[in-house]
């Protein structure tokens, strides 16, 4: 996970034809979704917003932070939407599907938190968080690797591999870092 900035990109304007209360999710045309990924992948890249993740490699969904079940007046919020994988034992999806319990308020939001206050990464592959973080951040970064599943093993394999990568390109990678 990495920082993400809103303020790059301009707010998709299909959005302002939908109104929570007269549709839901499921009235936004394919055009306004394309419209709306193409928004958030000018924001984010072609990545997942939680595990970074091509979204090229796998299936992807636009991603409600705050669930739609929940908090439907956010249902078309640009604040609340972000570009997503769509593995079902991680992300998004692992986040919202059974009744898996979470406050939305512990969750380390790319938009808002710095992750890399919270989280330290190991050549492993391996996340957790981050030394000499306050309870309050300890807690939010454990909360946020638990309900995301961002220690899930092809994770770790991914960020392993991925890590391998950049220190081949540059061996002082982790001095730097």
């Known amino acids: 996970?990495?920082?993400?900035?809103?303020?790059?990109?301009q707010i998709?304007?299909?959005l302002a034809k939908y109104q929570h209360g007269t549709h839901t999710w499921d009235d936004v045309t394919g055009t306004d979704k394309r419209e709306i990924r193409q928004c958030l992948e000018a924001m984010q890249g072609r990545r997942c917003?939680?595990?970074?993740a091509s979204t090229d490699?796998?299936?992807h969904h636009i991603e409600h932070f705050r669930r739609k079940k929940h908090h439907l007046a956010l249902t078309f919020a640009w604040d609340n939407l972000f570009?997503?994988?769509g593995k079902d034992d991680r992300c998004g999806h692992h986040k919202d599907r059974g009744d898996r319990q979470y406050?939305?308020?512990?969750?380390?939001n790319?938009?808002?938190?710095e992750p890399d206050d919270f989280f330290w990464f190991h050549e492993s592959g391996a996340i957790g968080e981050r030394g000499g973080c306050t309870s309050a951040q300890a807690h939010r970064a454990r909360e946020t690797l638990r309900v995301l599943n961002l220690m899930?093993?092809?994770?770790?394999?991914?960020?392993?591999?991925?890590?391998?990568?950049?220190?081949?390109?540059?061996p002082d990678v982790f001095a730097a870092l």
């Open 57 to 59: 490699d796998f299936d």
């Open 12 to 14: 998709p304007a299909c």
């Open 152 to 170: 899930h093993r092809d994770l770790r394999s991914m960020r392993a591999r991925q890590l391998k990568w950049y220190m081949q390109q540059d």
């Open 83 to 85: 570009l997503c994988c």
């Open 49 to 52: 917003a939680y595990c970074e």
């Open 103 to 108: 406050n939305w308020q512990d969750l380390i």
């Open 110 to 113: 790319p938009t808002i938190d």
């Open 1 to 9: 996970m990495h920082r993400l900035d809103r303020t790059t990109v």
